[in-house]
């Protein structure tokens, strides 16, 4: 069983940044790939960015340049760098992990980039 939780969500102006956190519960932080995916209004869920075991990135193509994942093993907490948001960044940002073939993830915290 692994718990995730997000903070770090806000109303920032376009142009602005963010830093999103995402704590997990499971001693095995640093061997599991941590994803962060978002949700805008009347849309589907899709993927933003994820980091490996090995600190390997990826990034969809629209957040490439702006948004950077990291992760701090010692404080299992995985991290999203938002910077040069846009208005269509607005949305649920939620944070994913695959653990023993289970599928987990957090509650989500909302990020509104409007001026």
């Known amino acids: 069983q692994v718990q995730l939780v997000e903070s770090g969500g806000g109303l920032v102006q376009p142009g602005g940044s963010l830093r999103l956190s995402c704590s997990a519960s499971?001693?095995?932080?640093?061997?599991?790939?941590k994803r962060w995916f978002r949700q805008a209004p009347g849309k589907q869920r899709e993927f933003v960015a994820r980091?490996?075991?090995?600190?390997?990135?990826d990034y969809a193509d629209s957040v490439k340049g702006r948004f950077a994942i990291s992760r701090d093993d010692a404080e299992r907490t995985v991290y999203l760098q938002m910077n040069s948001l846009k208005p269509e960044d607005t949305g649920v940002y939620y944070c994913?992990?695959?653990?023993?073939?289970?599928?987990?993830w957090g509650q989500g915290t909302q990020v509104t980039v409007s001026s």
């Open positions: 994913h992990t695959i653990l023993s073939s289970r599928v987990y």
């Open positions: 499971t001693s095995i932080f640093s061997l599991i790939v």
């Open positions: 980091i490996t075991s090995d600190g390997n990135t």
